[in-house]
């Protein structure tokens, strides 16, 4: 065994980076025996130097991160900082000066990914993040790796703790949105301002990351199409409930069924209660990919917090040293099939609408007619009504995103239509 | 891109090579830009050459093995084949002329894994074999290298499709265990002789290997505790749904508290209907891991059949190909921690234990004391009786393994206990 160690520089040492710090320290011994070498920490790089850091020597502290990434003794860069900038810079002048990277930054990842494997693969240097989409679970390196031989077609994902969360109080409790969104705020789940999380944006960048290594192509975070979740009601949960499904917000990327494109895509999302992801409780996330020889895969875990996600950041940090004792590198980037990304009105699922009509005879026949014209089957219809007004719940084949489109804007059109209360789609069946 | 490709030997063309065989012809161009160069069946060994095999070239068909894996031109030998011998000798004569191998073995490796790999490693090859433990499912990958910088303390795993068909037919429709087996034979998931499934042999192969890459140490076959599922009853089940839990044959690997020794067992347990493992339906595998950064990890998809074994082996084969390319090789054996296996006796977990009593007064007194000697302590206690018979049944705390054996045995000294109607582990609480 090599005694020379390896020489780390961690960037940020926030909830992540502390945790990664804490655990190169309390397991050592177990991580040189992994590595085949020792690990040493050999700096870290912080915007405020005076906070106290529990087990790391004040000695090995900096605000100077470019100077500690130039040093040209480190040989793995571990970015937590997160955010486009600085991070970028950093791993980019890391690289140029001798250092692997592992990043949890699933923002910079899914902007620039390409980029940055670019200049990895140019300087001869890995670039690891699994730490970057749902947290601990072991979900980019399965993918890249373990179905390398395989062909993925789809991936359904709750790939967003916060929300997932929100909607298990709301299917359990039977609670509101803004009810559920207070309690995930009170214990820790949801950050003051939620937008990134409740809006989608969070889940749309890991959807771009996964959707890339999914099918070997390249899937910018503009190319994914994004609804948030806020619009969710109690009575949307009752009516999925009467068709035996929960609502989650899912990441979901899929090959078009020709082969020859693929759409990737955020949105609240109606699943059978039978469906694996469906019993994916409070704040966990879960993956669950569509094979064409594996099958039905599902992969579960907590998404985020320090310690999970520090785990993900210490197996890609073992990976790296080894392939630097090996004088290798991993699998880098991937996307050779250079498949299009559809726009959103391609993609073809299920939708539950739920319209609010005059309680009148003929309207049923009105409201199909427009399904009819617009090339939208319908599936089931449940009609409720009193006192003159009614309610319409349609659930449709399968059809383009397109001509539901086309479809609820011509309902809304109609005089005895008086509001479209919720478009849904349905998945997973 | 280098041009020349590299040369596989399979050695078995049965459900599973078959499909490997398919899916290098019909996925070539994907698997040359996944490995960086192009893969080529350069030799079939199997035991009938004279059976039709659709899409391999019959001229790369041979019988004799050996000189196949000697030929010194294979870059990797995918075994196929099962069992120990001659699936051992030619993987060490792969390893002597120049091969890497992939394997699906999962008894071979299970009761030779350590001499295997040392011979890997003498000759600088790879030995993979995600396909041994749960087929489809990424588990072997996941463990050894996502999970590289974390601590595992737990893997309660359902290895066993055929058992856990079973096991959910009799959940769910109440059936006793010979109508379940019969048709799970019925439906090709059990064998004409099942004992490898229900008597847990199969099961406790993956035990040890998973046990072994858990805990970077060596579990034998033979320190596996194994108990069958032949005699849960209906009436087990009805008990389990009292309790709010479900019952699974499942292998359990644990780190002792004090992390000085490790244990391995097979038997059937009762579970919490909430913990992720009790929704795993049909003949679906799963994998619950506790990491101590990770936290709770589960692993799911299809456990055996043809195409899910394939994409696992065929991942395996483009990760090895790219390492011969790289001229590296993989993360081999690693069991460092030298970790003792502690007998059965030592296991401490919780316990559901049925017993047939007289019905008369001060039986429960004499039965509670009997657990208070062997120092066993009674979580609940159920008893319903009728015409001078009775039925109790108690919940234990937890308690060492041999603490309630000990208890049991002293039970049936009772002359008021007819009978010990049943003893099940209660786990993953």
Redesign the interface.
Known sequence: MRTRPLKVALLGCGVVGS?VAR?MTT?AD??T??IGAPVELAGVAVRRPSKVRAGIDPALVTTDATALVKRGDIDVVVEVIGGIEPARTLITTAFEHGASVVSANKALIAQDGAALHATAEQHGRDLYY?AAVAG???LI??LR???????VNRVLGIVNGTTNFILDKMDSTGAGYQEALDEATALGYAEADPTADVEGFDAAAKAAILAGIAF?TRVRLDDVYREGMADVTAADFASAKRMGCTIKLLAICERAADGGSVTARVHPAMIPLSH?LA?VREAYN?VFVE????????????GA?G??T??????????VC?NKL?E??G?GD?A??QLPVSPMGEVVTRYHISLDVADKPGVLAQVATVFAEHGVSIDTVRQTGKDGEASLVVVTHRAPDAALSGTVEALRRLDTVRGVASIMRVEGE
Chains 1, 2 share one sequence.
């Open positions: 945790e655990i397991h177990d991580l025996a992994r699994e601990a679970i072991p390196r399965p790796e373990s179905l390398a031989g395989d062909k070997h694996p019993s879960a094979a064409e020889a594996a099958g039905q895969l599902m992969f579960y875990g907590p917090g310690a999970p520090a785990s993900a950041v210490l197996g890609d940090l073992v990976a080894r090996g290798a590198t699998p991937s050779y099939t």
